[in-house]
């Protein structure tokens, strides 16, 4: 059952902005102490950084509802597999890289390499595994991609892209990239897409945070074996298509 949450219209005035400069506080302040309080785990198995940072954005949540008065809400969880497989996510803002830290339990997130130089964040990021990669890297960088995602299914982990590479503002034309095809078609693996309307609280760029709900849906799964056109096809198709319902009905106020 959907538990439908109503938000007011984006606020840009003094209270909003005290608000969202309160919650980047709690948000980059509670990383920094989490994060040294924790630094044994650096010590431990991978697993118990990735539990680190999944309570770290729990709290982070817990701060939106709070604080800025935006609730976050996962829908479809039921339409994830079982074992590895592949996360196809849009992407808006960071919020939507903090759902898929606590989507499933032991998630690989590819993320661009310059995250990993960010202190604290970064040094998790590397402990936990992540697939770091560089956007304009060339085959030897798609190579290591590979390998790295193969041996987190191996793990039985849930390797998580974002097929637009950057993040883009709801309503945007889409710009999928080709690495998602690829992966897909070389791991074997099912696919998992995931739409949202979360940069419509959360922007992309700025500190500026606006009231209301963010919405995350997780679509049925696409088997593995489709040609590769044919898969770039349906998942652009579901993922916009869903995003754009999604739009819909956060400004008719669903």
Not at 6 to 21: D, I, L, N
Not at 145 to 150: D, H, N, S
Request: one cysteine or more; glycine letters at 12%; charged letters at 20%.
């Amino acid at each position: 059952m959907t538990t439908h949450f109503w938000g007011g219209p984006p606020r840009a005035g003094v209270a909003a902005q005290f608000r969202s400069a309160l919650f980047a506080g709690w948000m980059f302040g509670s990383a920094i102490v989490l994060g040294l309080l924790c630094l044994p785990v650096m010590l431990g198995p991978r697993r118990t950084a990735m539990r680190t940072i999944q309570v770290w954005a729990r709290g982070v949540f817990w701060g939106l509802r709070v604080i800025v008065g935006i609730r976050v809400e996962v829908r479809g969880r039921e339409s994830l597999p079982s074992g590895g497989y592949l996360i196809a996510a849009k992407h808006q803002s960071m919020l939507d890289t903090l759902v898929a830290m606590t989507l499933t339990p032991w998630p690989c997130i590819v993320l661009k390499r310059e995250l990993t130089f960010i202190p604290i964040f970064g040094w998790y990021a590397w402990k936990s595994g992540m697939i770091a990669i560089d956007r304009k890297g060339g085959p030897g960088d798609i190579r290591q991609l590979l390998a790295a995602a193969r041996k987190a299914l191996a793990d039985g982990r849930q390797v998580v892209i974002y097929p637009e590479g950057t993040r883009r503002k709801p309503g945007a034309e889409p710009a999928y990239k080709g690495g998602i095809g690829l992966l897909y078609r070389e791991l074997d693996v099912p696919c998992v897409p995931c739409a949202t309307d979360g940069g419509r609280t959360w922007p992309a760029h700025g500190l500026l945070k606006h009231s209301g709900r963010a919405v995350f849906e997780v679509l049925p799964a696409i088997a593995p074996g489709q040609a590769r056109k044919g898969f770039m096809a349906r998942l652009e198709a579901e993922v916009e298509g869903a995003a754009r319902r999604l739009d819909a009905d956060s400004k008719a106020g669903f």
